[in-house]
């Protein structure tokens, strides 16, 4: 069974700053793809890298694929409380047709 | 485009009866998939189908639950009966084609509560 394991579980932080979140696997992933989900909502799809070392930005986030397509990180810049919810990794396994997803990554914009 | 819908959005319910979640996934969208998120275990995948047929029911539980898609744009999943430890967000998704890397689109949830 592959499994992605994305750390941390929970972190809080202060408008402005930078933070990561780590996305990993010991299995190699056609594709990976970023979720996030506020609540009371389904996921919504932010971003998905199919090259290894591919680099995606979407406005202040940026996520890279890593060159052995096992592991991803999401950055992002000056966090503002609008990026505030749950951050959700998940991958695509060679030939499958399903997503494994992460446990998730929590993240708290204060102002 | 109204996006995936699910009914119902919330479900209380007591141990041993039957549930019945509602999908009606994106319109002219092939691949249905239902999800359950709790906090201990996060999002995890109960069955998937394409072109209606299910492809992967590894993740149903056991036999207590059941899914059926009868046509494009419509799908069930029925736990008989039901038990408090099934108490959690079920979603539903749909995508355009077969392929992982290409965009699932999540409903709402329906947030179950087994008394």
């Known amino acids: 069974t592959q499994l992605l394991e994305q750390s941390p579980q929970f972190l809080s932080i202060q408008e402005g700053e930078n933070l990561t979140v780590y996305c990993n696997s010991s299995?190699?992933?056609?594709?990976l793809q970023w979720y996030r989900q506020e609540p009371g909502e389904g996921p919504v799809l932010l971003v998905t890298?199919?090259?290894?070392?591919e680099v995606k930005k979407l406005k202040r986030l940026t996520f890279q694929f890593g060159d052995a397509r096992k592991d991803s990180s999401l950055h992002i810049t000056a966090a503002q409380p609008g990026d505030t919810g749950l951050y959700l990794c998940?991958?695509?396994?060679?030939?499958?047709?399903?997503?494994?997803f992460g446990q998730g990554t929590r993240l708290t914009i204060n102002p | 485009d109204a996006g995936v819908i699910q009914s119902p959005r919330h479900e209380v319910t007591e141990m041993g009866q039957e549930v019945t979640l509602r999908c009606k996934p994106i319109?002219?969208?092939?691949?249905l998939f239902w999800y359950r998120q709790t906090m201990m275990r996060g999002l995890e995948l109960l069955i998937y189908?394409?072109?209606?047929?299910?492809?992967?029911d590894s993740g149903m539980p056991e036999d207590r639950f059941s899914a059926k898609m009868p046509n494009a744009s419509f799908s069930t999943l029925k736990i008989q009966p039901s038990e408090p430890r099934d108490s959690a967000v079920y979603f539903c998704?749909?995508?355009?084609?077969?392929?992982?890397?290409?965009?699932?689109?999540f409903g709402p949830g329906t947030r179950l509560t087994v008394l």
């Open positions: 189908f394409n072109n209606n047929v299910p492809i992967d």
């Open positions: 998940a991958g695509g396994p060679t030939g499958a047709q399903k997503l494994v």
């Open positions: 319109s002219g969208h092939n691949s």
């Open positions: 998704a749909s995508r355009a084609s077969g392929g992982a890397a290409d965009t699932q689109y």
């Open positions: 299995s190699v992933f056609s594709s």
């Open positions: 890298v199919v090259t290894g070392g």
